[in-house]
């Protein structure tokens, strides 16, 4: 007999990613809408989630709060909202996978301290693709080493609140770790002299409804390489959330990452 589905709980139901994972979870058998949750003054608070998203009705309402009984919670809402959804999630022992990027460093301290209580995945990026760019990134940065001069630009819709993205921030931190220093830079203007070796530059461009485009740029004397990966819509950052839900599912409380999930299925 086939397990019963798992039900899910999508916070920032009514956001790009949460229409987009509510439409994936309607194909998917092995997967429930069980609470839908945006923001207390959302226009559409009360309506079918389902109608919402428009995949037709799915008999659960856009809510203010989580009430209902969920196996696993997906957030993908804002810094702040996400860390009371937390708190939330960790009283009720719900495991919770959190999407939404653009942390302060104390905000995001705070979130990983309820993993101590729910199993937990925080990923600024839910693409199989894009982690396996860092892999590659730490791989390239590791082997060229001072010889390259590293660069990382990101491209992304105009809505988008945080910058640069929190991808371009991962990809950041895991050359700096492989060439062993962190002078980060975050675009350049006016005089700022020879670039200082080791220096690694982040740039954000903004335009239109581009969905995400991360490229790490390794220049060299007489040559350059570039490792790109360039988001064609959010199904892939979606469908991967969804998995990292089923792998978070009864698993003991503490904070797992995207190599987890990519190591324990390949
Ligand atoms: P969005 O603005 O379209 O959606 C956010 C949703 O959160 C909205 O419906 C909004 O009403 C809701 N919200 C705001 N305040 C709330 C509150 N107090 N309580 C409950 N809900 C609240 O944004 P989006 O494009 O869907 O992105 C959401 C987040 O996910 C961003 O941080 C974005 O950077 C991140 N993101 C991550 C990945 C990834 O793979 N990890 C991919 C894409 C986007």
Redesign the pocket.
């Known amino acids: 007999m086939p397990a019963d589905p798992l039900r899910v709980a999508v916070?920032?139901?009514?956001?790009?990613?949460?229409?987009r994972l509510i439409q994936l979870m309607a194909e998917a058998s092995d997967l429930v809408l069980a609470a839908a949750?945006?923001?207390?003054d959302?226009p559409r608070l009360g309506e079918d989630a389902g109608e919402v998203a428009g995949v037709g009705r799915l008999g659960v309402r856009l809510a203010?709060g989580l009430t209902e009984p969920v196996d696993v919670a997906i957030d993908?809402?804002?810094?702040?909202?996400s860390l009371?959804?937390a708190e939330t999630c960790a009283d009720r022992s719900i495991a919770l996978v959190v999407?939404?990027?653009?942390y302060e460093p104390e905000q995001r301290r705070t979130l990983e301290m309820y993993a101590a209580r729910i199993p937990m995945l925080i990923?600024?990026?839910?693409?199989r693709a894009?982690n396996l760019l860092m892999r590659l990134t730490a791989e390239a940065a590791r082997i060229l080493g001072d010889a390259a001069d590293i660069e990382i630009v990101e491209r992304h819709?105009r809505?988008?609140?945080?910058a640069p993205?929190?991808?371009a921030l991962r990809l950041a931190e895991i050359a700096a770790q492989a060439i062993g220093r962190e002078q980060l830079v975050y675009g350049r203007r006016g005089q700022v002299g020879e670039r200082p070796r080791g220096e690694i530059g982040v740039h954000a461009l903004r335009t239109g409804d581009n969905?995400?485009e991360h490229t790490v740029v390794f220049g060299l004397m007489g040559e350059c390489l570039e490792l790109s990966h360039r988001a064609l819509n959010?199904d892939g950052?979606c469908r991967?959330?969804l998995e990292a839900a089923r792998f978070l599912a009864g698993r003991p409380a503490r904070l797992y990452t995207m190599d987890d999930l990519l190591d324990a299925t390949g």
């Open positions: 916070h920032g139901a009514a956001g790009r990613m949460g229409i949750v945006d923001r207390g959302h203010a993908f809402s804002t810094p702040a909202a009371g959804f999407g939404t990027t653009g990923s600024a990026n839910f693409s894009v819709h809505f988008k609140k945080d993205s929190g991808t969905p995400g959010r950052f991967g959330a």
